[in-house]
C-alpha cells in the first residue's frame, strides 16, 4: 500500500523480527497512540539510556509532552536530542500446546525522532488535557501564566514510526496441532474505568467524567 | 528506613522531580514488577536511543528477558550493554479544579543496569513464561533442543531501581478549593482478564487458565 497513510520506514524503524506483526499504516499508529494513556520516552543521558514514563497527547502528524521547566527530564535532557517513544497496549496472553509459542496480544507504536520544545505551550498542554481527561480543558480552572511558565512542553514528530500488532490465538507446531494433547488459546486482558471518586466536594459529577467509557 | 529492603538510589536512580511519590522500599520494586506484564527497555543503538517493549520474569533480585538469537534486540544489540528498563501501570486519571494539576495515578519501577546473558536459558524462559502465563511450563510441550538453541535471554539485576507511586485524588491550589467552583476527583482505571478463547481444541480449558484473575 503507498498512500500518505503508509509509514515511511528508514532502516531503524524497519521491523526486522516478527515482520508479519508489522503494520504500515498511519491511520493504526494515530489509533493505537489514541488509545493510551501514557508513553516511554527513551534519551542519552550521560552516556546511558535513560526512561521517562509520562502523559502525552497527538496533534495530527506530533505528539506534545510535557513537564516542569526545572525537570532534569524536560529542556536541558531533551531539547534538540534524539528520542524513541514507545506506546504498547497489551491485548492478552497467548496460551500455545508448546512453552515457546506462547505469546501476547499487544498493539504497540514506536516513534523515532527529535525532541523539540513546542512553540505554542498552552496549546500543547490543551493537546495532553484533552486527551488523558477530555473535556477538562474547558471545564477546569486555565492555567494561570506561572502555572504556564513552570511547564515546558515537547513536540516531536510521528513521521519516522513503526507499528506491530498481534491478535487472536497462537501459532503453533504442526505436530503439537496434530498430537491434539492439551489445551490451547488466548486470554484477553480488558481494560475499564470505574465509578468516578469525589474529592472533597458538593458538585454532582459532570457529564464528560460520568460518560467516560460508555 | 534502612534495611535490605530499601532501594539503594545512585545520582541517575534518584528521584528529583515528584520526590513526594518516590517509594525506597524494595518490596514496592517487586510488587510492581510482579503486577505488570510488559516492560519496556531502553538501549544506544548506533548513537541513538532504542526502545523494546517486551514480556520479562523477575526471580529474586534480577529480571529475565528474551528473544530470537538471530534479532537485532539481543546479544549483538544488549549484550553487556547500559540498559534502562521500565514497567508502568497507570491505575487511573485524576481531575482536579485547575488543569495545571490535571494527573495521572500509577506505579512506576525504573531499573538501570548492564544486560548479561542469563546462563540458564531454560531458567531464565521457565521464569518469563510463569511470569506472563503461570501454569503454562509445566503444562505445555517443554521446548526442544532446536527451540532452546533458537532463544536467547538477558538478565538486568534489579539493584539499581528507583519507584513512585501516586494513588488517590488531585492535590489542589487552596484557593480553588475555597472557590468551590467545579467537581473533582479520580477515576480508576481496571485491567481484568476476560474469558479465555479456545483455539482449535477440544480439550477442555485446564485450571491454571480458568483460575486466573478470580
Known amino acids: 500500500m503507498t498512500s500518505d497513510l503508509q509509514l515511511s520506514p528508514t532502516p531503524r524503524s524497519t521491523v526486522v523480527r516478527g515482520k508479519k506483526r508489522a503494520v504500515e499504516d498511519r491511520?493504526?499508529?494515530y489509533d493505537i497512540l489514541d488509545a493510551g494513556l501514557v508513553c516511554h520516552l527513551a534519551v542519552e543521558v550521560d552516556g546511558a539510556p535513560f526512561l521517562i514514563p509520562t502523559a502525552y497527547g497527538r496533534d495530527g502528524n506530533r505528539i506534545f509532552l510535557h513537564g516542569s521547566t526545572g525537570?532534569?527530564?524536560i529542556r536541558s535532557m531533551l531539547e534538540g536530542k534524539q528520542v524513541c517513544v514507545a506506546v504498547t497496549l497489551v491485548d492478552g496472553v497467548v496460551y500455545s500446546r508448546s512453552v515457546f509459542h506462547h505469546s501476547m496480544n499487544y498493539r504497540s507504536a514506536i516513534i523515532h525522532g527529535t525532541a523539540k520544545i513546542a512553540e505554542d505551550t498552552q496549546h500543547a498542554l490543551r493537546t495532553i488535557v484533552e486527551?488523558?481527561?477530555p473535556g477538562s480543558w474547558d471545564y477546569a480552572r486555565e492555567p494561570s501564566k506561572k502555572e504556564l511558565a513552570q511547564t515546558a512542553a515537547l513536540e516531536i514528530d510521528l513521521t519516522e514510526?513503526?507499528?506491530k500488532?498481534?491478535?487472536g490465538g497462537?501459532?503453533?507446531e504442526p505436530s503439537d496441532l496434530e498430537?491434539?494433547?492439551v489445551w490451547a488459546g488466548h486470554m484477553?486482558?480488558?481494560t475499564s474505568w470505574g465509578a468516578p471518586v469525589p474529592h472533597e466536594t458538593d458538585k454532582a459529577i459532570p457529564p464528560h467524567v460520568s460518560a467516560r467509557g460508555r
Do not use: D, F, K, Y
Open 27 to 29: 491511520q493504526v499508529l
Open 71 to 73: 525537570s532534569r527530564s
Open 131 to 133: 486527551h488523558v481527561t
Open 161 to 163: 514510526a513503526s507499528v
Open 165 to 167: 500488532v498481534r491478535e
Open 170 to 172: 497462537p501459532g503453533e
Open 179 to 181: 498430537a491434539n494433547l
Open 188 to 190: 484477553p486482558l480488558i
